[in-house]
């Protein structure tokens, strides 16, 4: 038996066959995040028991104002780097590297003026928006995060791209690794500004280490980086338009929301604490789609070929199969943290017990937003990319609009806007994807023309 085990992880690690290939990928990826996503809750423990309740919301105020900066000015690039490297490494590497520059030029040109904007309006997001007038230099500072954390997204979609799961996986680990100890460092020593420092400096480690793997697999790939010219940006305008700019609106409708909530309960009665605590529960619940979220990448593989072939009935059957697999797998993730949910915010520290409520709430609204992630994708593996932007900003406009219709403005009030609008969506598309594949398409609907 044990033979036979070692001869299948054999075949799967030296295999060329696009099986032992996805198969490599999930297990690289896999372990690259899981290590990520480890270090990354000990780091978020580590600083709240440091920082305390109030001061933990102060920083993560400042972080999701830089994250949403960042999405806003190039969100998606990643994704569309992946995409096309992939589809021409082999084929054009030429053109593949002359994309590359493309983005990339994108992605600096695009980030510095958010940048920019960020470090100029500090002081009036800080007053006005945080209530907060002394987080103005902190989130100064953090605005060179945008820059960083934006071109590394664009530099890890382009190893991704050429296949390198390996190094992805490994890079994941030493960046959740390098930028929480950071982060706690910086706690530690600089309280909510030591923090922001700490962050900055992990984007930018971030920054170097997949600069240089990014180059290193282009020469593996044989694909030459040069400059990118001004006809070159006119040349690849059609690129950018058809497959940056949608990756890009994708997430265009849900980070902003999430800070707008995120900022409105800080209006509240509760603060920065009230923050602080749905930051921690928060973090647990992107825990619960961890696990289905390895699930979806290798069922998009399958669905998007059945798509190709008109198998419709297939298509339908997996979707159904792959989606309840994905939200079971979620529930059995998210009820047993629900239900040590006062353990779980203890180790925040006591302060932060008061959020086990906040905390039970949005795992369980997650477990219902893992049938929503695996909906998205299939949407715009079948080519619904409009109709999965409209869907995604109807869910932005719900998430605020249920907080702002509750009385009590507190961190489960927010947990619970969050489970409506998952619920919502998750309902909305269910009825868009019951009329879109509940019988065998017309050639004219398979290419996406209706």
Known sequence: MLDFFRSVISKVASGSSLRARLARAAVWMLIGSGVNQAFAMLASIGAARILGKTAFGEFYAVRSTTMTLAVLAGGGLGMAMV?????LRTQDPERAGRLIRVVLTLAWSMTAIAAVACAVLARPIAAQVMQSEKLALPLAMSALAIIFST???AQIGVIAGCEAFRPVAILLALEGFSAGAFMVLGAWLGGVTGAVLGYVAGTFISFLLR?????????????PIVPASATAMREEMPFIMS??????????GAQPAEWLARMLLVRGPGGMAALGLF??????????QFIPSQITSPALTLLSNLVGTGDWPAFRRLLAESSAAVFGTAVAIAIPLALLSKFVMSLY????????AAFSVIVLAYAVGSVWMMLRAIFVAAGRIWLQFILTLTWGVAL???FLLQKDRSALALSISYGIAFLLIVIAQLVAAWFLFREPRSPA???GVL
């Open 445 to 447: 609907v398979q290419e």
């Open 151 to 153: 071109v590394s997204g």
């Open 349 to 356: 520290g006591p302060a932060f017990r008061d959020g086990a």
């Open 243 to 252: 497959a940056v700019l949608p990756s890009m609106l994708l997430v265009l």
């Open 279 to 288: 930051t921690a529960a928060y973090s647990w619940a992107q825990l619960v």
């Open 400 to 402: 605020p609009l249920f």
């Open 83 to 87: 995409r096309q490297v992939a589809a």
């Open 211 to 223: 600069r240089r793997q990014m180059y290193s697999e282009c020469r593996k790939a044989g694909i």
